[in-house]
Structures are given as structure tokens and as C-alpha cells.
């Protein structure tokens, strides 16, 4: 019940192309959904994030869409650049007292663009 | 804003050593720091949860023995890894959450990584 599921596990696209990643979970009890960048060697840093109670948020190039019944999440990349070149993380928290306010990571998306 | 650095970024030590890597977060207090490992091409594996002056609660399987954790104020963790052998080279991440009065949003900010290399 813990499980994020994240898809594809790779994905390449051509400059100026929208990747988009999908997110699934199954505790109800997430209440908050960030998505991180990692780029080789460095940690990762946070990219947008999103709260049940909404169902788009955009942030320049990103924008996270939110299905709640479904229970689904994902991530699109407008313009895609080059330097966009990252794995990509969702991730799900619950931010009540008792979780212990862990977050639960899918397995990650290794995106290229190319030139 | 919501800085958390890591130190050393890279070490290299022989068998049988201990190593120490500390996180700070640097513009915020972090009532909860993590310690992560990720292997290369994989996702974020959690080690263990430290919260200030309490001791931490580590992940199944992880050893509390050899990985030592100290969460000594509200901007320092430290990890130790103890009598350190070749199978514990990894990339190890902190993190760190704010704290509810921090300016920054409810989640957890990662520092930059430390490679661990044990010869």
C-alpha cells in the first residue's frame, strides 16, 4: 500500500518535445506530491509539487496534472531542453503526525532530450 | 532558500575504517533529517529517520551497528559508517523537512551526496 509506481522507467524525446511521466499510488492517506530532478552525482532537488485539492499546478516549463479518484499523478515538461536531461522522481507523503513524515519514491525516469 | 549541504561530497577510505558525513541544513531548522543510499540507476532507498536529541529509527535490514546516526541540533545530522568494507561504497543523500514554523514547504530537501568509495 505503500508503493508509488512510476512509468516509463526511461524516455527519450527531441528537443522541444513534452515528456510526460506517470505517477500511481495506493494509500489514501498521501497528501502531498512532489516530484524531484536528479542530475548524475548530485542530489535530488525539488521540482513542483502538488496537493490533492488541486488538480494542475504549473510552474514555468512543468506542470503536474492529478487525477484523485484515479489516484494518479503526472508530470509534463513543456519545450523540453537538453539540460532537462535528468531522472525524474515522484513521490508521495503523509504529512500526519504519525507517518513520520517519510516519503515514498517510485522508481524513477531516466529522460533525454536530444538536440 | 531551503539549503541542505552535505561534507565531504566524495571520500575514498580503506577497509576496516570508520567514515563520518555530515548534513546541515543551512537556512532552515529541520526538526527530521533522513539518510538515504541509492544505488547507481536505482531510486532513493531509506536508511533511517533521526529527529533532534532522540535516538533514530532505522529502516528493516539497515544495521544500527554500522551506521551510525546523530542528530545533535536542528541544522546537523551525522552518519557514521563503522568498520566500513567494500559492499558499503555507495552514494549516501541526506535530507532534511523543516520545521512547521519554516518558510519553506512541507518537504523533505536534499542535500548534495557523498560517494563513499571503501577500498
Known sequence: Q?????????????KGGIPIINCA???????Y????????????????????????????????????????????????????????????LDSSETSGSRLTFGE???LTVNP | GAVVSQHPSRVICKSGTSVK???????FQATTMFWYRQFPKKSLMLMATSNEGSKATYEQGVEKDKFLINHASLTLSTLTVTSAHPEDSSFYICSARPTRLAAFPDTQYFGPGTRLTVL
Open chain 1, 108 to 110: 524513477g525516469t531516466q
Open chain 2, 21 to 27: 558525513i555530515e548534513c546541515r541544513s543551512l537556512d
Open chain 1, 33 to 92: 506530491f512532489p516530484w524531484y530532478q536528479q542530475f548524475p552525482g548530485k542530489g535530488p532537488a525539488l521540482l513542483i509539487a502538488i496537493r490533492p485539492d488541486v488538480s494542475e499546478k504549473k510552474e514555468g516549463r512543468f506542470t503536474i496534472s492529478f487525477n484523485k479518484s484515479a489516484k494518479q499523478f503526472s508530470l509534463h515538461i513543456m519545450d523540453s531542453q537538453p539540460g532537462d536531461s535528468a531522472t525524474y522522481f515522484c513521490a508521495a
Open chain 1, 2 to 14: 505503500q508503493q508509488v509506481k512510476q512509468s516509463p522507467q526511461s524516455l527519450i524525446v527531441q
Open chain 1, 25 to 31: 499510488y495506493e494509500n489514501t492517506a498521501f497528501d
